[in-house]
């Protein structure tokens, strides 16, 4: 995990400033009838995966400001910092989030046990919150996906392959939406 998580920003770099030579080379392999198909998938499939980014970034801010506030209200010390430590590490799916609440439980167990127990009853809400509101909302949203429909993609995907299943189920149905609709057209033209 930790190889992979230290290679992605080479990979991304990479992909950036080779991004046009990569999809050009890639078009060169693929027969010359399919290659429009292809670059709609290409295009189709990179606003699927960049819409999931935006909108993982977008529920990484929302968690650092739910944390922020809850933080606030009830006092507890370097909130700001807490919180933003908590959007960033957010952006690690599932265990962002608990690593984010470590630094906070040890703050709220060294101040005395009733902070340690507001610090828990902070995480449950924005944990609750998060996991059944936001993160389906707005990666609805930005996916055009219904907000259940991603309530059950992670949850299917999550028994059935575990932890990779959950951080690749949403952006992996973004793209097998494409391919579906991309299929689907492809009947449309050829047997209507």
Do not use: C
């Not at 995480?123 to 996991?131: D, F, S, V, Y």
């Not at 309530?151 to 952006?171: E, R, T």
């Amino acid at each position: 995990v930790v190889i992979t998580i230290a290679t992605i920003p080479f990979v991304l770099y990479y992909l950036l400033i080779d991004g046009e030579h990569f999809k050009q080379s890639l078009l060169e392999v693929i027969p010359v009838r399919a290659r429009p198909t292809m670059v709609k998938f290409m295009e189709q499939a990179s606003e699927q995966v960049g819409s999931y980014v935006r909108g993982e970034l977008m529920v990484a801010v929302s968690v650092s400001i739910m944390f922020y506030v809850g933080y606030l209200v009830i006092g507890l010390e370097y909130a700001l910092i807490l919180s933003i430590l908590a959007g960033v590490l957010n952006l690690v799916p599932y265990l962002g989030s608990i690593m984010a609440s470590v630094p906070a439980l040890i703050i709220g167990a060294f101040v005395s046990p009733l902070q340690l127990f507001k610090v828990i009853v902070v995480i449950a809400i924005e944990q609750t919150l998060e996991g059944r509101v936001i993160s389906p909302q707005i990666l609805g949203n930005k996916l055009e996906i219904h907000p259940l429909v991603i309530l059950f993609i992670l949850l299917v995907a999550g028994s059935l392959f575990g932890f990779m299943g959950l951080i690749l189920a949403v952006p992996g149905f973004g793209i097998l939406r494409v391919i579906w609709n991309l299929f689907f057209d492809w009947i449309k033209a050829n047997y209507d």
